[in-house]
């Protein structure tokens, strides 16, 4: 009999996903007036070392989707891997009929719950948008198989530092513009906050028309407030 | 005597480039009772024949619900139908599983004819003695299609297979270029006229046959009989009485065909 | 190093109670993990046929796959029996289902409303390994400990000792059993942070199926 122990495996040669290695950190996810907006900073951490600094989070997932990750960067290339294979197969019937966002998000939705149920995770929190026959879509998955869409989704940090400010500023009718705003404001609260953010990052849009992921940018940043240059002023005792 | 050496098995080649065993097995969709199917932009009718095999048992059932936007009727072996249509249902239930979302017709229909292919070219198989008209929708739109034992689909706009079927053929190739743009209720109508060709002079009622609808907003459903009586009272199919009554005596009802029983 | 878990709680509450002639099914929609709330509007309360729904907290892949579970059985009942599955013969299918996976269980916490073949409303009550009982009323997830007791108080059921059996069911009517439901939510409310945001109410009777919403506190 395979006690739970066995099921996880033992740290010397397990062939499955015990801890993470190569990792991203936050994805934001909002929907504007045209469709869906997505945003993500391009480092890659090795534990707590920041390793590499171009990867590339978002990948457009046939014509009606987007999808951003963050968590193990190589499990994120395998499942687009998967999906590669899934938009192909989809394209090769060539009858008029093609996934959506919502045939996406359930499909994934089902590889990461499979994979859970084999105690051999892959170990992403996926952020999945799109928009097709003029409904946005927007929703997420996580390692374990949790999945919920929402008008405003995050992934890592961003639910604990990004979400309350998408509470408080989201509204349906965001124009391009002011949703890029509001993406801006909560990626720089990351910056500041979340060690593995990098300040660069790439803002990606799916409407009706397609997929644009945008050029990496960097955000300006000041660090001149008060609480950064004396963190302790104002908290008597502590270091 | 002379006989076939070349169909004794499905595998076999005759020396015309034909393969016996699935002509034979394409007979037996011939000799089932009549199924008909027609469709316009929105909707989809499907209509049967139903003979019972004596006066004290029921009839088979011939049209079976895949899903809410798929449904089939059979000519043929009900037998090897059923099985079939068990496995439509079970795909279907699958994709939605998966996707949350309707499985398209036209790819369920072509793993079901890969299914059939499958069966004329193994020794130890035989072919499905069965022809099934697929009616459904999906995001392409209204779609009829007719499977056939060995292999081959088609996608039409009306059709009819089974026992006597030419005539329902030759009624739909006379009316179909209006059907694109029919109302449900004209669709019905002409499925149940069609129906009615096939009969030959016998009496349409509602007790020989059944009709289902799947349209955009109308999930898949076999109409109840009370409704199909109504109907075909309302467009008047019934025979037009006494004019022919003579004829009508000698024209006993035929058997049913050996397939059906 | 934190390890991997298959499990998350991501909370929330459901309550069910039956009547004569009707059957109330009710459940928050907020969904957490640990100190995060996840959504404000996720629906717990799946219908599973005509009159039978299934409102379920715990973890929320678990609970979605269960429910897929469960609505692709009743297609294939459907499909078979060319008729909608009565509420007890659902209930003893997600008792089946549920121990099914008894050594790697779903971590999910269900009660089951609906009305029986009779049109009497009935509640069936788990645990999370499929151990089940025809109830009157039953509370089920984070919020259960805060509301049972009060439904206790305030419906007291025959014994199920009593012989001859007594019906179950509450006498209360359907407004009043309604009313009593947005109370404890609200209550269970105060106190639960793995409760709140809105409250879905499903009511079952003859006429069929009326849904009702009522904000809840969303701190």
Redesign the interface.
Same mark, same amino acid.
């Given at each position: 009999m395979t006690s739970v122990e066995g099921l996880l495996g033992c740290e010397q040669d397990s062939q499955r996903t015990l801890s993470p290695y190569v990792t991203g950190t936050s994805v934001i996810g909002i929907k504007y007036k045209d469709g869906i907006l997505m945003t993500a900073d391009m480092g890659g951490s090795y534990g707590s070392t920041l390793r590499y600094k171009s990867v590339e989070r978002m990948k457009s997932i046939g014509k009606h989707s987007l999808l951003g990750a963050s968590g193990e960067i190589s499990d994120f290339q395998e499942i687009l891997r998967y999906l590669d294979e899934l938009i192909k197969y989809d394209n090769m019937w060539d009858d008029g009929n093609s996934f959506g966002p919502k045939e996406i998000h359930n499909y994934l939705t089902r590889i990461m719950y499979n994979r859970r149920n084999k105690f051999d995770p892959l170990w992403n929190s996926l952020v999945l948008g799109g928009v097709k026959n003029g409904q946005k879509y927007l929703g997420t998955v996580s390692m374990i198989g949790v999945h919920f869409e929402d008008n405003h989704v995050a992934t890592g940090f961003g639910n604990h530092l990004a979400r309350p400010i998408l509470r408080d500023e989201w509204k349906e009718d965001l124009s391009y513009e002011e949703a890029v705003k509001l993406l801006e404001k909560c990626m720089r609260v990351l910056l500041y906050r979340d060690r593995s953010a990098i300040n660069k990052l790439q803002v990606a849009k799916i409407t009706e028309e397609g997929v644009t992921i945008s050029q990496p940018y960097s955000l300006k940043t000041f660090w001149g407030f008060n609480a950064f240059q004396n963190p302790s002023k104002g908290a008597e005792g502590t270091w | 005597m002379f006989r076939n050496q070349y169909d004794t098995d499905v595998t076999t080649w005759s020396p015309q480039g034909r393969l016996f065993q699935v002509e034979y097995a394409m007979e037996a969709v011939k000799q089932g009772s009549a199924a008909i199917g027609l469709r316009s932009k929105t909707y989809i009718v499907l209509a049967s024949v139903n003979k019972a095999n004596s006066e004290l048992s029921s009839h088979q059932k011939k049209i079976f619900?895949v899903d809410d936007h798929i449904g089939v009727a059979i000519a043929g072996l009900t037998a090897d139908g059923r099985v079939l249509s068990r496995y439509l /249902?079970s795909e279907c239930?699958n994709y939605s599983?998966?996707? !949350? *979302?309707p499985l398209?017709v036209? /790819?369920l229909v072509v793993q079901l004819a890969d299914k059939a292919q499958v069966c004329t070219q193994r020794s130890w198989k035989r072919p499905y003695g069965v022809g099934l008209l697929v009616a459904g929708l999906? !995001? *392409?739109g209204a779609h009829l299609y007719y499977n056939c034992p060995s292999g081959n689909y088609f996608e039409y706009q009306a059709f009819a297979i089974g026992s006597r079927s030419q005539a329902a053929k030759t009624y739909l190739e006379r009316k179909f270029e209006s059907f694109m743009d029919s109302s449900r209720e004209d669709l019905i109508k002409h499925a149940l006229f069609a129906i009615k060709e096939t009969l030959q002079g016998e009496k349409l009622t509602s007790s020989i046959c059944t009709v289902a609808v799947v349209g955009v907003e109308e999930p898949f459903h076999i109409l109840d009989q009370k409704t199909i009586q109504e109907l075909i009272e309302s467009f008047e199919i019934r025979e037009e009485e006494v004019a022919d009554e003579g004829a009508a005596m000698q024209e006993q009802s035929p058997e049913p065909a050996p397939m059906d029983i | 190093m934190a390890r991997f878990s298959p499990y998350d709680n991501n909370g929330g509450t459901c309550v069910a109670i039956a009547g004569a002639d009707y059957c109330v099914i009710a459940a928050d929609t907020r969904m957490s993990t640990g100190y995060s709330i996840l959504t404000r509007d996720y629906s717990k309360i799946c219908k599973l046929a005509d009159k039978c729904l299934l409102a379920s907290s715990g973890f929320q892949a678990d609970v979605r796959a269960l429910q897929k579970v469960l609505s692709s059985r009743h297609l294939v009942y459907q499909h078979q029996h060319n008729k909608q599955m009565s509420c007890p013969a659902m209930g003893q299918l997600l008792s089946n289902t549920l121990y099914y996976k008894r050594f790697f269980p779903y971590y999910a916490f269900n009660v089951l409303g609906g009305l029986d073949s009779e049109g009497k409303g009935c509640v069936f009550t788990y645990d999370a390994v499929g151990s089940y009982e025809r109830v009157g009323y039953s509370a089920q997830g984070s919020g259960s400990t805060l509301i049972m007791p009060v439904l206790d108080n305030q419906l007291k059921s025959p014994s199920p000792l009593l012989l001859p059996a007594k019906d179950a069911v509450t006498p209360l009517s359907e407004n009043e059993a309604v009313d009593l439901v947005k109370d404890v939510f609200a209550s269970a409310t105060e106190r639960d942070i793995y409760t709140g945001d809105r409250v879905e109410i499903v009511i079952v009777n003859a006429e069929g199926i009326r849904r009702e919403y009522i904000e809840l506190r969303k701190d």
């Amino acid at each position: 009999m395979t006690s739970v122990e066995g099921l996880l495996g033992c740290e010397q040669d397990s062939q499955r996903t015990l801890s993470p290695y190569v990792t991203g950190t936050s994805v934001i996810g909002i929907k504007y007036k045209d469709g869906i907006l997505m945003t993500a900073d391009m480092g890659g951490s090795y534990g707590s070392t920041l390793r590499y600094k171009s990867v590339e989070r978002m990948k457009s997932i046939g014509k009606h989707s987007l999808l951003g990750a963050s968590g193990e960067i190589s499990d994120f290339q395998e499942i687009l891997r998967y999906l590669d294979e899934l938009i192909k197969y989809d394209n090769m019937w060539d009858d008029g009929n093609s996934f959506g966002p919502k045939e996406i998000h359930n499909y994934l939705t089902r590889i990461m719950y499979n994979r859970r149920n084999k105690f051999d995770p892959l170990w992403n929190s996926l952020v999945l948008g799109g928009v097709k026959n003029g409904q946005k879509y927007l929703g997420t998955v996580s390692m374990i198989g949790v999945h919920f869409e929402d008008n405003h989704v995050a992934t890592g940090f961003g639910n604990h530092l990004a979400r309350p400010i998408l509470r408080d500023e989201w509204k349906e009718d965001l124009s391009y513009e002011e949703a890029v705003k509001l993406l801006e404001k909560c990626m720089r609260v990351l910056l500041y906050r979340d060690r593995s953010a990098i300040n660069k990052l790439q803002v990606a849009k799916i409407t009706e028309e397609g997929v644009t992921i945008s050029q990496p940018y960097s955000l300006k940043t000041f660090w001149g407030f008060n609480a950064f240059q004396n963190p302790s002023k104002g908290a008597e005792g502590t270091w | 005597m002379f006989r076939n050496q070349y169909d004794t098995d499905v595998t076999t080649w005759s020396p015309q480039g034909r393969l016996f065993q699935v002509e034979y097995a394409m007979e037996a969709v011939k000799q089932g009772s009549a199924a008909i199917g027609l469709r316009s932009k929105t909707y989809i009718v499907l209509a049967s024949v139903n003979k019972a095999n004596s006066e004290l048992s029921s009839h088979q059932k011939k049209i079976f619900k895949v899903d809410d936007h798929i449904g089939v009727a059979i000519a043929g072996l009900t037998a090897d139908g059923r099985v079939l249509s068990r496995y439509l /249902r079970s795909e279907c239930i699958n994709y939605s599983f998966t996707y !949350e *979302s309707p499985l398209p017709v036209g /790819r369920l229909v072509v793993q079901l004819a890969d299914k059939a292919q499958v069966c004329t070219q193994r020794s130890w198989k035989r072919p499905y003695g069965v022809g099934l008209l697929v009616a459904g929708l999906d !995001e *392409s739109g209204a779609h009829l299609y007719y499977n056939c034992p060995s292999g081959n689909y088609f996608e039409y706009q009306a059709f009819a297979i089974g026992s006597r079927s030419q005539a329902a053929k030759t009624y739909l190739e006379r009316k179909f270029e209006s059907f694109m743009d029919s109302s449900r209720e004209d669709l019905i109508k002409h499925a149940l006229f069609a129906i009615k060709e096939t009969l030959q002079g016998e009496k349409l009622t509602s007790s020989i046959c059944t009709v289902a609808v799947v349209g955009v907003e109308e999930p898949f459903h076999i109409l109840d009989q009370k409704t199909i009586q109504e109907l075909i009272e309302s467009f008047e199919i019934r025979e037009e009485e006494v004019a022919d009554e003579g004829a009508a005596m000698q024209e006993q009802s035929p058997e049913p065909a050996p397939m059906d029983i | 190093m934190a390890r991997f878990s298959p499990y998350d709680n991501n909370g929330g509450t459901c309550v069910a109670i039956a009547g004569a002639d009707y059957c109330v099914i009710a459940a928050d929609t907020r969904m957490s993990t640990g100190y995060s709330i996840l959504t404000r509007d996720y629906s717990k309360i799946c219908k599973l046929a005509d009159k039978c729904l299934l409102a379920s907290s715990g973890f929320q892949a678990d609970v979605r796959a269960l429910q897929k579970v469960l609505s692709s059985r009743h297609l294939v009942y459907q499909h078979q029996h060319n008729k909608q599955m009565s509420c007890p013969a659902m209930g003893q299918l997600l008792s089946n289902t549920l121990y099914y996976k008894r050594f790697f269980p779903y971590y999910a916490f269900n009660v089951l409303g609906g009305l029986d073949s009779e049109g009497k409303g009935c509640v069936f009550t788990y645990d999370a390994v499929g151990s089940y009982e025809r109830v009157g009323y039953s509370a089920q997830g984070s919020g259960s400990t805060l509301i049972m007791p009060v439904l206790d108080n305030q419906l007291k059921s025959p014994s199920p000792l009593l012989l001859p059996a007594k019906d179950a069911v509450t006498p209360l009517s359907e407004n009043e059993a309604v009313d009593l439901v947005k109370d404890v939510f609200a209550s269970a409310t105060e106190r639960d942070i793995y409760t709140g945001d809105r409250v879905e109410i499903v009511i079952v009777n003859a006429e069929g199926i009326r849904r009702e919403y009522i904000e809840l506190r969303k701190d």
